[in-house]
């Protein structure tokens, strides 16, 4: 069975940094598209970014100035770095696991979800 486990959540105060892990279980997801979604309280889910193995990351125009997307595929795990945090950036952040070569920012592209970690910016 397949688990995506995101850890590294918390508060921090505006203006800091946070790095998110995403631990993949039960398979490999070395050549599969891996992305983050956030959603905050009362707000749609949102895209934030993806890795995929041939075609390189993606991120949202709220965060692509900020935010990084890296993996490591001998620990079959992705990271989210998360610098110069903001209020509204605050939100429960989810990993998602998609499939080879197809990067997208709609959960359509996405099969397995992790259960989600709270960040939280304090201004």
């Known amino acids: 069975q397949v688990q995506l486990v995101e850890s590294g959540g918390g508060l921090v105060q505006t203006g800091g940094s946070l790095r998110l892990s995403c631990a993949a279980s039960?398979?490999?997801?070395?050549?599969?598209?891996m992305g983050w979604f956030r959603q905050a309280p009362g707000k749609e889910r949102e895209f934030v970014g993806a890795?995929?193995?041939?075609?390189?990351?993606y991120l949202g125009d709220s965060v692509k100035d900020r935010f990084t997307i890296s993996r490591d595929n001998a620990k079959n795990t992705i990271y989210l770095q998360m610098n110069s945090l903001k209020p509204e950036d605050t939100a429960v952040y989810y990993c998602?696991?998609?499939?080879?070569?197809?990067?997208?920012?709609?959960?359509?592209?996405?099969?397995?979800w992790g259960q989600g970690i709270q960040v939280t910016v304090s201004s």
């Open positions: 998602a696991g998609g499939r080879p070569d197809m990067v997208g920012a709609g959960e359509e592209f996405y099969d397995y």
């Open positions: 890795i995929s193995w041939s075609l390189g990351s």
């Open positions: 039960g398979r490999s997801f070395g050549r599969q598209t």
